[in-house]
């Protein structure tokens, strides 16, 4: 080979590393930026959850709708104004999604010893992170780089994030559009294991379908309304057994046919993944891995690094 053609081959490879380093994620990410950011954000989530336990789960989930939409960018917590138009009154989202106000709260805080450094994106990672740990899940190290985007979606919202109606199929697909395989599909359906659903959400199964047990229909039943429109609001632990533990027992739950939502239950109803149901019911251990997997893999979607996006000083708005 030329000489000149080596140099050309060398500066190709270069930039090439360079380009791929650019969107690296990290987790000492802020190690000299932000030194005490994991510090600074604990205490908050801490704080939130022992106000309320559901909180929890509620910032967990904040991940799933943010990072299915446009990638992990903290475009869902964007608020509507007069010429924009936010997630957040998406259909998977309105009235729904909830925790921006503790969301806020750690922004706040981390502004005040490292402004202007740490992305809401970011923010959203560490938060889902702590909350599995504060309520007895498995610790994972949080890769950490993203920024915000200055643009948000409300098509995406309402047609990436999958329905509680949705079937086994339609979970598959939705999750394998997002670079998702269906077994961190089944390990991250375990997030199931903390929080409430709305009557609304699961009324139908309860009144309507037959792969469910009759005392546990008839238990749900109490509290919501067979009519439309009474009670959609009334709430209902996504697992009977420990609402506010992070643990397996969401995958005994649907063994025993006591999934609540039918896009639980499908799960674990003789198709492709009742093998991976049985495992997780039984090894906690294997669970607590897959789901670290997955929420590694989920935190990967498609992240603004680099000089793309914003480090939002509001996570709110655009700067």
């Known amino acids: 080979m030329a000489p000149s053609s080596m140099t050309f081959a060398s500066l190709a490879l270069l930039l090439l590393l360079l380009g791929s380093t650019s969107a690296h994620l990290t987790p000492d990410f802020y190690a000299k930026s932000c030194p005490k950011l994991f510090s600074t954000v604990k205490p908050v989530v801490q ?3 022992a106000k309320e336990k559901r909180m929890g789960a509620s910032l967990l989930r904040l991940v799933f709708h943010d990072c299915f939409v446009q990638g992990c960018d903290a475009s869902i917590l964007l608020d ?3 010429t924009f138009r936010g997630e957040k009154t998406a259909a998977p989202n309105n009235n729904s999604v909830r925790g921006f106000d503790v969301i806020d709260k750690i922004k706040a805080a981390v502004e005040k010893v490292c402004p202007g450094v740490v992305s809401c994106a970011d923010i959203l990672e560490i938060t889902a992170r702590d909350s599995v740990v504060i309520l007895g899940g498995p610790f994972w190290e949080v890769k950490l780089g993203r920024r915000d985007s200055t643009t948000a979606s409300f098509s995406l919202a309402n047609q ?3 329905p509680p109606t ?3 199929s339609n979970l598959i697909n939705k999750f394998a559009a997002q670079g998702l395989s269906t077994k961190d599909m089944v390990a991250l359906s375990g997030a199931h294991t903390i929080g ?3 009557c609304i959400n699961f009324r139908n199964r309860i009144y309507n379908e037959t792969d469910i047990n009759s005392a546990f229909a008839k238990k749900r039943q109490a509290n919501c309304p067979k009519t439309a429109g009474s009670g959609d609001n009334n709430l209902a632990p996504l697992d009977v057994q420990t609402p506010t533990y ?3 027992d969401y995958y005994q739950n649907l063994i025993h046919k006591e999934g609540l939502l039918h896009s639980d239950q499908v799960l674990y109803n003789g198709g492709s993944t009742d093998f991976q149901v049985k495992t997780y019911s039984i090894s906690p251990g294997s669970f607590y891995h897959d789901f670290v997997v997955g929420m ?6 498609n ?3 680099g000089s793309k996006g914003e480090i939002r000083k509001n996570c709110r708005r655009v700067n």
């Open 47 to 49: 704080a939130a959850i």
């Open 196 to 198: 409430k659903a709305r």
């Open 160 to 162: 990436n994030i999958p």
């Open 80 to 82: 509507d104004t007069p």
């Open 296 to 301: 590694i893999n989920i935190a990967d979607i």
């Open 303 to 305: 992240p603004l690094t």
């Open 166 to 168: 949705s079937s086994l």
């Open 246 to 248: 992070f643990d397996n």
